[in-house]
């Protein structure tokens, strides 16, 4: 069990206006890895980057799984929930109002975000997945995604996060009234440039709406 007051983790105000990026890296990262990534997404941004509580192999990562692609799905859902706390935690401790927060995560980061997005939409609206796939192994959400966006960038040969599993996420997603942005190209896993504009865009896009 995480103690969310003591999960290491990076914060930096930015700019009063803009929105504050949540950064969940892959596995094998730290907090430090999506800073330059953030930098490009919202320039100027705030950011809270906490670090994966998970280790495998002396990796950090979001939650375990048996091997790869396949997830200990009650994991998945245990540490979206600690995620969620500290998410509430975060938004009180560093004073955060009612400014929008933007999950931005990336392979085993994206997948946790999105678990979080599904399972707690109350807590987080807003997610960037890059290379992304469904975290929830057999089990779907009934609704509830009505207020929430989510934009998918992910690669069309990705054996890590497979297009099957990409366009489960999105049939879920949409079944369930999130705004559902996908974005499919060429390759594999990884962030791809012009997929960082995009996300951009999208990012921005999203901090012109309201905030809940
Ligand atoms: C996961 O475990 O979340 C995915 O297989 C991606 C990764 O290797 O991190």
Redesign the pocket.
Known sequence: MTNVENWPHLYHAGTPASPVLLLLH???GTEHDLLPLAERLAPGAGYLSPRGPVQEQGMN???R?FG??Q?DVDDVVRRAGELTDFIGWAREHHGLGGRKIIAVGF??????ALATVLLHPEVLTDVVAF???Y?LGDRTVDGGLAGTAVALFNGEADA??PLTSVMQLKSVLDAAGADVHQSVREGG?GVHASEVEGAAAWVSSRTATTTS
């Open positions: 892959g596995t094998g990562r979001w939650f799984r790869e692609g997830f392979s085993n980061g994206a997948n946790i290379s992304g796939m975290p890590m996060a896993h």
